[in-house]
């Protein structure tokens, strides 16, 4: 099975510049070294906009793919972040990028490196470090390449895949996980697997060796069985009792391991579970080094020993570092040279070993899973298994060391050891473990214990030869029928590999390095073209704009909601983390990670509604202000509308955030609409005013009240209408001095005295009254309206002064109108003293919202606000 695979539906996004670019060019054009498998899968990345998964076997090739990739983000100008899981693998990829890439700066991080990515053009990282690294700076392009990306379905590792890189690729031989991580973590990021190269695929076209497969069933001796009887016990008693107090009868059997796990590592806890968990682990360990050790398995592979030793390299597979101790001790009283490396040998160790095993100097490698994945295995052609799990993963990834492309057309030898009526009986499990490799291998057979003349015939057996034809003339289409030896049957007949000159070289993570070097040169027509904002060159800006904002989809009533939360709990993180108040590195990079969160959280919401802003804002189209200029004025209402918003309230964000869009808008139509700028509250009257004056029917229809602002003048500034009508209708109507002239020029315009007199009667009148008022209230009464000599202030300036909120001070300042408009309805005290302005004025002053808005104050917020 190979090509194309149907990805997972995603979002339409706008056509990026990049892709676009790569998508013009033909991968083999890119890089003439790419096998055709590797061309098409290029090919069909390119056309999934630079997302996606390539799952091929080990061996393939998926390394260069990779590095081709990283080649063409790095002629354009973009960044690339390499995930690896292993240090072993951070250096091969390190290598083979500077190898290949000569003109790239190349930097890493982990395993005691901290390079930046703003600081070189790709960066290789290890996982663990890139979940706890920023790593790419805003308003940069990125591509993320994650080898074996498998792994990072993790809850610890999903954390590197981060958001603010747009393109993405995954390279993996085994894409599927038994817990169907996969499903809920990879395919949401990286869009599903886009290309498939399976074996039938990769044997057709030469670019994995031949495989013959040989299973050797063993029997236990009677100790060892009853051994393996006692811990299989134990195992089925303890597991069902741990299954019915955890409840986890319906749980597989992954999900129920990570359980028993969690409580075996508990501490001082002496609780019956925790017991029941450690002696479950126990028996399974034990059962475990029973198959493993099996005394009829070291017998196998003393018999094959001849066979390993004529090998080009052999690699010994099993579950324990005991077991790998006792199989390199049986082959080195062989005479064979035979390295044991495992997770607790030192790196320095662990690179000895491999690279006497590349130079020849040792015939055998063996190891306990650390083979497994995740390292580079020099040359081989024998693999002996003597354990190992159930899982498909775990085969497909031993059987890759084995089956890479040799430059000789050497095939590839697995034998597989297990115990006859085990768990391991790979009788009953087949189809599970080996169904996968099973249709494409060369030869199979099966084997017992007593047949190990047989075993070793098996495995020295006939190669089909190929003739070396010479070469043709490019364009010539005949070619050499391969001959095959009298007496050998092949199943699946495959072409005969393909010579080491007619194939590249792709030495790599997953390729057996050769002395050819592939090398990539970035010309000086491959310069990133000067883009603005990679925004194309167009008249119809409004439509560009419309077709960016068209890529968001628009949230539910639901999403807005758990949206809303995400953004609330990254304020919290964000809060906590300011105060320090964490008390482990796990603790804050989880806050981190939330605070994170919390931000990507925010911009779904913004970005989610700007189709919103632009449905809202064509209302206004017919304003001074262009456009574009109104959707941006309406974007900074939607960011305040986001920042407050609170979905406990039950209301719908859009229904909310619509009175702050407006504002927005009508603030910048004020801002912008005169020369000299008028206050927002102001710039309404201004527009009613005129709305008023346009015909008599409008004036009759507005019904204002002049007389009522001629008595207000006498105690507060005159109001907008007053200079409106004085300005037209009055006096000054054909003059080309305004009444602000007049106002300016003091010098020529006294005020009167007796308006004079009645002003500072009216004010000793009202700070007596003021003087019942507490001593705070009745200072920010008259601060609040300039009762106290100076100008009136606004509710900040009077918070600064007593060191409140200004939110308490407009409570101070309501209550404190509250007492006395109670003094002045129950003494008349306006009727007593004869003052000229009737006691309904002023008790409308002190409780009217237009005399309190002083210049620089927000207007009052609506009920959807509150």
């Not at 308003?139 to 590792?157: Q, T």
């Not at 190990?452 to 010539?476: D, M, N, Q, Y």
Request: charged share 25%.
């Amino acid at each position: 099975m190979a090509g194309p695979v149907d990805a997972v539906v995603r979002a339409p996004r706008t056509e990026e510049h990049f892709v676009r670019i790569v998508s013009s060019r033909p991968s083999s054009e890119v890089n003439p070294h790419l096998w055709t498998w590797q061309a098409e899968a290029l090919d069909t990345w390119h056309q999934s906009e630079c997302r996606g998964v390539v799952e091929a076997v080990t061996g393939a090739g998926k390394t260069m793919i990779g590095i081709t990739a990283a080649f063409e983000a790095f002629r354009q100008g973009i960044k690339v972040l390499v995930l690896v899981p292993t240090a072993e693998l951070q250096s091969q990829w390190q290598r083979r990028l500077m190898e290949t890439l000569p003109q790239a700066d190349v930097g890493t991080l982990g395993n005691g490196r901290r390079d930046s990515l703003g600081a070189c053009d790709i960066l290789v990282a290890i996982i663990n470090s890139a979940t706890r690294a920023e790593l790419l700076k805003e308003h940069s392009d990125g591509l993320l390449i994650a080898d074996e990306c498998h792994r990072y379905a993790a809850k610890s590792f999903s954390k590197a895949l981060r958001s603010d890189f747009r393109y993405r690729l995954g390279l993996t031989a085994t894409y599927q996980r038994p817990d169907k991580a996969n499903t809920a973590v990879l395919d949401p990021y990286f869009g599903g697997v886009v290309f498939q190269m399976w074996y039938e695929r990769a044997l057709r076209d030469g670019v994995i060796a031949e495989f013959d497969i040989a299973f050797v069933g063993i029997g236990l001796t009677d100790s060892e069985r009853g051994e393996y009887q006692v811990a299989s016990s134990a195992i089925s008693k303890l597991g069902m009792s741990l299954k019915n107090k955890l409840n986890l009868q319906e749980a597989s059997f992954d999900q129920f391991m990570v359980a028993i796990q969690t409580f075996a590592k508990k501490k001082n806890d002496p609780s019956p579970i925790v017991f029941m968990a450690r002696k479950y682990l126990d028996a399974v360990v034990k059962r475990q080094q029973v198959l493993t050790n099996a005394k009829n398995k070291m017998k196998i592979l003393e018999g094959i020993a001849p066979v390993i030793a004529e090998s080009k390299g052999s690699l010994i597979f099993s579950q324990t570092v005991d077991s790998s101790s006792q199989a390199a001790l049986l082959l080195q009283r062989a005479g064979i040279e035979t390295k044991a490396v495992s997770s607790a040998s030192k790196p320095h160790e662990r690179r000895g070993a491999m690279q006497q095993f590349a130079n020849g100097f040792a015939k055998v490698l063996c190891a306990p899973r650390i083979l497994d994945e995740g390292i580079d295995v020099p040359d081989s052609d024998l693999a002996v298994v003597l354990s190992g799990s159930k899982q498909p993963r775990q085969t497909i990834q031993r059987l890759g060391r084995i089956i890479r492309r040799k430059n000789d057309g050497r095939h590839g030898r697995f034998v597989v050891l297990y115990a006859i009526n085990t768990i391991e009986d790979e009788t009953q499990n087949r189809d599970q473990q080996f169904g996968p490799v099973v249709p494409s291998a060369r030869r199979i057979a099966d084997f017992t214990e007593t047949q190990i003349r047989e075993l070793r015939k098996f495995l020295r057996g006939p190669v089909p030869e190929a003739p070396i034809a010479p070469p043709e003339a490019p364009g010539s289409s005949s070619a050499s029928e391969p001959t095959l030896p009298v007496g050998t049957t092949v199943e699946h007949f495959v072409p005969p590999p393909l010579l080491a000159e007619d194939l590249p070289d792709q030495s790599g993570g997953d390729e057996q390095p050769t002395s050819k070097k592939i090398v990539l040169v970035k010309e000086a027509d491959d310069e990133p073209q000067e883009l603005l904002r990679s925004v194309t060159d167009t008249d119809d800006l409004v439509g560009v704009y419309l077709k960016q904002i068209g890529q968001y989809p628009l949230l539910s009533a639901a999403e807005e909601v758990a949206v809303a939360k995400r953004i609330e709990a990254g304020m919290y993180a964000t809060h906590v983390l300011s105060l320090g108040q964490y008390q482990t590195r796990r603790e804050r990079r989880s806050l981190e990670w939330v605070e994170a969160d919390g931000a990507a959280a925010y911009d779904e919401m913004v970005t989610s509604n700007l189709r919103l802003v632009v449905s809202i804002a064509k209302k206004y189209n017919r304003s001074k202000l262009a456009f574009l200029d109104l959707i941006q004025e309406g974007n900074l209402g939607l960011v305040r509308a986001v920042q407050k918003f609170d979905y406990t309230k039950g209301n719908k964000f859009s229904t909310y955030a619509t009175w702050w869009i407006r504002q927005g808008i009508d603030r910048g139509i004020g801002d912008a609409a005169n020369t000299i700028r008028l206050p927002i509250h102001l710039f309404e009257k201004v527009s009613e005013f005129w709305n008023c004056m346009r015909d008599d029917e409008s004036r009759a229809a507005c019904d204002h009240d002049h007389s009522k602002v001629e008595q207000a003048l006498r105690m507060q500034p005159a109001s907008l209408e007053g200079y409106l009508d004085l300005q037209w209708d009055g006096h000054y109507a054909e003059s080309l001095m305004s009444f602000d002239d007049r106002i300016a020029d003091p010098d020529v315009f006294t005020d009167d005295p007796e308006t004079k007199i009645v002003d500072v009667e009216l004010l000793e009148t009202v700070n007596s009254v003021v003087d019942s008022l507490p001593a705070r209230e009745a200072e920010i009464i008259r601060r609040r309206f300039g009762w106290n000599g100076e100008p009136p202030q606004t509710l900040d300036a009077i918070g600064n002064r007593f060191a409140v909120t200004r939110e308490r001070i407009r409570q101070l300042e309501k209550k404190s109108i509250e007492k006395l408009k109670e003094q002045f309805e129950a003494h008349s005290f306006f009727a007593e003293t004869h003052l000229p302005m009737p006691k309904k004025s002023m008790a409308a002053t002190l409780t009217s919202d237009s005399t309190l808005q002083t210049a620089g104050d927000d207007p009052q917020p609506t009920e959807c606000d509150k």
